[in-house]
């Protein structure tokens, strides 16, 4: 079965650092992107980050950009969000979602993973 | 970044009606478009993507059309299950972005 398992959240104070992990199970992880999609409470879809099959490519959504870092280690089948100077508005559910051969849409999903941010 | 925005925002419908969401894209994304479902607490699910190809195991009341800025997702005959948050999504730039979402809802 294809899996996506995502860890790591959590309460953090603000300026604080977190890290998200994703685990993949069921499909060749190596030969797939893989994104991070973010929901605040009560609110819709962010996309977050991307990073392909071999890291080659990287991109951050600009709320982001300077404190996320995605990485991937496919011999281990895990995808990892760092999350440095947390802000409330980071404040939703991560989740790790697998792309679509070569376009960027996302066709299995993690349940999610909580972060909260607040002191 | 391209700005996508759905309508209506809610949507209060009844079992059997057919229903349509519209998603405009703030420029031309061609055919670059995905449909996803989202129940409370629960992840999105894929529904369509390229605008009109519908994903494995969905059921065929699903349809999605459009091209350029101008896309609907249709549901030809509502069912109890389809009662839920639907979301566009553009991939023609790197920079992907989300509609804000369609709430259906039971009238």
């Known amino acids: 079965e294809v899996q996506l398992v995502e860890s790591g959240g959590g309460l953090v104070k603000p300026g604080g650092s977190l890290r998200l992990s994703c685990a993949a199970s069921?499909?060749?992880?190596?030969?797939?992107?893989m994104n991070w999609v973010r929901q605040a409470p009560g609110k819709g879809l962010e996309w977050v980050s991307s990073i392909s099959s071999s890291s080659s490519y990287i991109y951050y959504a600009d709320s982001v950009k300077g404190r996320f870092t995605i990485s991937r280690d496919n011999a281990k089948n895990s995808l990892y969000l760092q999350m440095n100077s947390l802000r409330a508005e980071d404040t939703a559910v991560y989740y790790c979602?697998?792309?679509?051969?070569?376009?960027?849409?996302?066709?299995?999903w993690g349940k999610g993973t909580t972060v909260t941010v607040s002191s | 970044d391209i700005q996508m925005t759905q309508s209506p925002s809610t949507l209060s419908a009844s079992v059997g009606d057919r229903v349509t969401i519209t998603c405009r894209a703030s420029q031309s994304i061609s055919s670059w478009l995905a449909w996803y479902q989202q129940k409370p607490g629960k992840a999105p699910k894929l529904l369509i993507y390229?605008?009109?190809s519908l994903e494995s195991g969905v059921p065929s009341r699903f349809s999605g059309s459009g091209s350029g800025t101008e896309f609907t997702l249709t549901i030809s005959s509502l069912q109890p299950d389809d009662f839920a948050t639907y979301y566009c999504q553009q991939y023609n730039s790197y920079s992907l972005t989300f509609g804000g979402g369609t709430k259906v809802e039971i009238k």
């Open positions: 390229k605008a009109s």
């Open positions: 979602a697998r792309v679509h051969d070569l376009s960027w849409y996302m066709d299995v």
């Open positions: 069921g499909f060749t992880f190596s030969s797939y992107s």
